[in-house]
């Protein structure tokens, strides 16, 4: 398994060299300051491989080039966006990067609603609370058929811890959830969020799945043309939030996008915490079912909460997810297929001097250090 690391360019608080001694020896990026729906030049891309070449590192995977939001909702004109994106993608195969994990996920990346959480050890986390979420979308987005689609209950709960924040507490949610996480392709305000939101009415999971085999069918024979592997991203958290469809959550989500092309390109990005949320996704067959279509391997555990809703980052070994079978079933795929799986130590906790860091949330250096070094003990472990 080749041992990546996730680094945000230039402006990443962890260096290059930090990467070398965490024992890394590749490179998962992107080049953020591109703005969505522009070409990455071939000068813009070398430059960026060139510094990680420079640093005895190589550029292994591409995390992601943005699917512009019209290509998403069909919008008139979105195949101009899907151009775009294949020249991006071929000008990254030129310059040798030919792995690129993406993803479909509307108006949103991944979601959180606390970035700091504290556990009992005193390690800091990223965590979903569905209480929190639901306090958002009801009293502070205001969604018509937010209180339908959260239930009574949990709209109740929401309703009462509405009235115990403050203006400070109000603003770190919205900052939180919509504001850019790491990664993220947009930012909103509360207004712009909204909007937003307005432009996927009468989107269903039909219409998102039929946008992205639209997209897929243009992308995928260029992709296969030019060398690449497209390992596409599941939906974080894998479930509609906001009313908003999700069509890579579970293994029928795996299995119609299969479908779409038979093509090796057409791939995926197997994110063990993403598809780990659901207690319905039966992580080891997944991977046996697609074990010629998985790409690129995101290793890190959630825990799944008593309420069933929320959950939280767990350490890389703990949690809802059997990392030893997960790795298992890696090696297997490896020895079937001849090829080496990148894989990256996926949101890890903040520990020892991380909180003193100006690091990304969830993006640690110390706590995906040890996420690191324990998925690579277990890989030394069952390859003896």
């Not at 069509?247 to 915490?273: Q, R």
Request: aromatic share 8%; with cysteine.
């Amino acid at each position: 398994m080749k041992q990546t690391w996730r680094w945000f360019g230039p402006d990443d608080a962890i260096s290059l060299q930090d990467i070398r001694q965490a024992g890394a020896t590749g490179i998962v990026t992107a080049l953020h300051h591109i703005p969505n729906g522009t070409v990455w030049s071939v000068q813009d891309i070398e430059q960026r491989r060139d510094m990680i070449t420079a640093a005895g590192l190589s550029w292994d995977v591409v995390e992601s080039i943005p699917v512009h939001e019209d290509i998403k909702t069909g919008a008139a004109g979105w195949e101009h966006y899907a151009e775009i994106w294949v020249q991006s993608m071929q000008n990254l195969a030129s310059c040798g990067i030919k792995t690129i994990c993406y993803n479909f996920m509307p108006v949103l990346d991944w979601t959180r609603t606390d970035l700091w959480y504290e556990l009992p050890d005193g390690a800091r986390c990223l965590r979903f609370d569905a209480v929190d979420f639901a306090t958002f979308d009801i009293h502070i987005l205001k969604r018509p058929n937010a209180v339908q689609d959260h239930g009574p209950d949990l709209s109740a709960k929401a309703t009462k811890r509405a009235d115990a924040m403050d203006q400070a507490e109000r603003q770190r949610l919205i900052d939180t959830i919509i504001a850019g996480l790491p990664g993220s392709e947009e930012s909103y305000t509360v207004e712009t969020f909204a909007n937003r939101l307005a432009a996927y009415a009468g989107i269903g999971p039909d219409e998102l799945r039929a946008n992205l085999k639209a997209f897929l069918d243009i992308v995928i024979p260029a992709a296969q043309e030019a060398g690449v592997l497209l390992a596409i991203h599941p939906d974080d958290p894998p479930r509609p939030i906001f009313g908003l469809p999700r069509i890579v959550s579970t293994a029928d989500d795996m299995d119609f996008i299969a479908s779409i092309s038979p093509l090796p390109a057409n791939g995926f990005t197997f994110c063990t915490g993403s598809y780990g949320v659901r207690a319905d996704n039966d992580l080891p067959s997944m991977m046996t079912k697609h074990a010629d279509r998985i790409h690129f391997l995101h290793l890190r555990a959630t825990k799944r909460e008593e309420d069933g809703l929320s959950f939280h980052e767990a350490p890389h070994l703990d949690g809802d997810v059997d990392m030893v079978a997960i790795v298992g079933k890696a090696l297997n795929i490896e020895k079937t297929r001849g090829v080496e799986l990148p894989f990256r130590p996926d949101h890890g906790h903040a520990i020892v001097d991380d909180t003193t860091r100006r690091t990304a949330p969830g993006y640690p250096l110390i706590g995906r250090l040890r996420g690191l070094a324990e998925i690579r003990g277990i890989e030394y472990a069952l390859k003896h």
